[in-house]
């Protein structure tokens, strides 16, 4: 009980001698720039950060490997597609057909309708996969056609 008592008189004795800080006005005065540089300073960090540091928001982030993931996906599946058309017994009068389309949109349609752009596990064509094989097939590189 000794130990206690003397812990609650040390507790009271304690509050009595606590002083609050009190800061004089010449620090005050001293300070507020200081401060108020620190906060432009912030300021003109995150302007700089986000407009050409190259630092984006989570939601800019998430956007942007989004759009990578979509675009590694049609650069795998786009080759697949050209396989497929090529590998169709009338690919030559396929081609033919295709570049009398006068736009790309009337293209990948074309591709999208012959099935050439439906994946593998998939009920319907890829739009994106559709446009990039019809891109590549309306290229050069798709000279060597069986058919």
Not at 79 to 86: A, H, L, M, S, T
Not at 113 to 130: H, I, L, N, Q, R
Request: with cysteine.
């Amino acid at each position: 009980m000794g130990l206690a008592s003397s812990t609650r008189e040390t507790h009271y004795t304690s509050k009595s001698k606590v002083k609050i800080m009190e800061i004089s006005k010449e620090t005050k005065t001293a300070i507020k720039p200081a401060l108020w540089g620190a906060a432009a300073g912030a300021i003109a960090l995150a302007i700089v950060g986000f407009n050409w540091g190259g630092w984006v928001t989570r939601g800019t982030a998430e956007t942007i490997a989004k759009n990578r993931a979509a675009t590694a996906v049609v650069a795998v599946l786009a080759p697949i597609c050209v396989e497929k058309f090529r590998q169709a017994a009338d690919a030559s009068a396929n081609l033919a057909e295709m570049k009398k389309a006068t736009y790309a949109s009337d293209q990948s349609r074309f591709i999208e309708k012959g099935g050439w752009a439906t994946m593998p596990g998939s009920t319907e064509p890829d739009s994106a996969v559709a446009r990039a094989c019809a891109q590549t097939l309306g290229s050069e590189k798709a000279v060597d056609l069986r058919g």
